[in-house]
C-alpha cells in the first residue's frame, strides 16, 4: 500500500463468549494491522464482554475470459481489449 494511504473496511466479527456477531470498522493504513480489542455489543443483544481480534487481508479475485487480443497499459494492467 501507498504510504500515508488509510482506508476503514468493516468486518463481522464473533464474540467468542456469546457468539453475537459484533461490525468492527478497522482503520488500515499499512500492511500491518494491529490486534484489537473489541467490547462485544450490548445494545445489539452481546454480552458486553471485550475480546481480541487479529485481522488479515484476504484477497480474493474474480476471473474473465478475454475475447480477442488484450494490451498492457503503462501502468502494467490489461487497460483495455481489442477485437482482431
Ligand atoms: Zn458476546
Redesign the pocket.
Known amino acids: 500500500m501507498k504510504e500515508g494511504m488509510s482506508i476503514n473496511l468493516s468486518v463481522n466479527v464473533r ?1 467468542p ?4 456477531e459484533n461490525n468492527v470498522i478497522l482503520n488500515i493504513d499499512s500492511r500491518f494491522i494491529p490486534k484489537q480489542i473489541v467490547t ?1 455489543d450490548i445494545d445489539i443483544g ?4 471485550d475480546f481480541v481480534i487479529d485481522p488479515r487481508f484476504k484477497i480474493t479475485a474474480d476471473v474473465y475470459k478475454i475475447e480477442g487480443k488484450y494490451e498492457y497499459g503503462k501502468e502494467g494492467y490489461v487497460c483495455r481489449l481489442k477485437h482482431v
Open positions: 464474540c463468549y456469546c457468539g453475537l462485544c452481546g454480552c458486553d464482554k
